[in-house]
T-cell receptor, first 115, second 116 residues
Framework: KAGVTQTPRYLIKTRGQQVTLSCSPI?????VSWYQQTPGQGLQFLFE???????NKGNFPGRFSGRQFSNSRSEMNVSTLELGDSALYLC??????????????FGPGTRLTVL | AQKVTQAQTEISVVEKEDVTLDCVYE???????LFWYKQPPSGELVFLIR??????QNEISGRYSWNFQKSTSSFNFTITASQVVDSAVYFC?????????????FGTGTSLTVIP
């Protein structure tokens, strides 16, 4: 079974631009979560999508948004980039389901650098 | 307040030594889940174990073992006879059942270096 894939792996943008990151979950997985990893803040939860609906949301500004498609693939968008948005963005997939916490399987991440 | 605390930021051990990584969590839920992940230098987090709050039985998997103690809110991870390939950052995580779906709270990680 193929693992979680994320594209692109590396991105360099400038302040003020916007960026879209993509995540393809493991086949059969319906939940996709996004995390931001920085040296100072560690791994922080952005949001989770399940069946094309945002099910959970972390404490990030509205510049961070996401969506999920009918095939469970997910995209994350960051508008008006700031220097502090430089981070490794990790996507995780799990089976999903209601009132069930499954283990999450992570992709390799997208390394975003904002100049 | 941090829901998951990994007080050890960095640990160095010599190959073949045993090492324990500490994890202390905080939750008011009676149903919750605990996880350990390994992040090697390549960057991809690798799932190691999942534990629910009703199962306090310790688990052993090869050189890895986990000690779950609800009385002290701890979920410690021990590597026996460490190897160089164990060098990585290890994360402990908590998920509370009150949340529909997955919202993981991660600790800040412990960077383990195994010296040959």
């Amino acid at each position: 079974k193929a693992g979680v894939t994320q594209t692109p792996r590396y991105l360099i943008k400038t302040r003020g631009q916007q960026v879209t990151l993509s995540c393809s979950p493991i086949s059969g997985h319906r939940s996709v979560s996004w995390y931001q990893q920085t040296p100072g803040q560690g791994l922080q939860f952005l949001f989770e999508y399940f069946s094309e609906t945002q099910r959970n949301k972390g404490n990030f500004p509205g510049r961070f948004s996401g969506r999920q498609f009918s095939n469970s693939r997910s995209e994350m968008n960051v508008s008006t980039l700031e220097l502090g948005d430089s981070a490794l963005y990790l996507c995780a997939s799990s089976l999903g389901g209601l009132a069930v916490t499954n283990e999450q399987f992570f992709g390799p991440g997208t390394r975003l650098t904002v100049l | 307040a941090q829901k998951v605390t990994q007080a050890q930021t960095e640990i160095s051990v010599v190959e073949k030594e045993d090492v324990t990584l500490d994890c202390v969590y905080e939750t008011r839920d009676t149903t919750y889940y605990l996880f350990w992940y390994k992040q090697p230098p390549s960057g991809e987090l690798v799932f190691l174990i999942r534990r629910n709050s009703f199962d306090e039985q310790n688990e052993i998997s090869g050189r890895y073992s986990w000690n779950f103690q609800k009385s002290t809110s701890s979920f410690n991870f021990t590597i026996t006879a460490s190897q160089v390939v164990d060098s990585a950052v290890y994360f402990c995580a908590l998920s509370e059942a009150r949340n529909t779906g997955n919202q993981f709270y991660f600790g800040t990680g412990t960077s383990l270096t195994v010296i040959p």
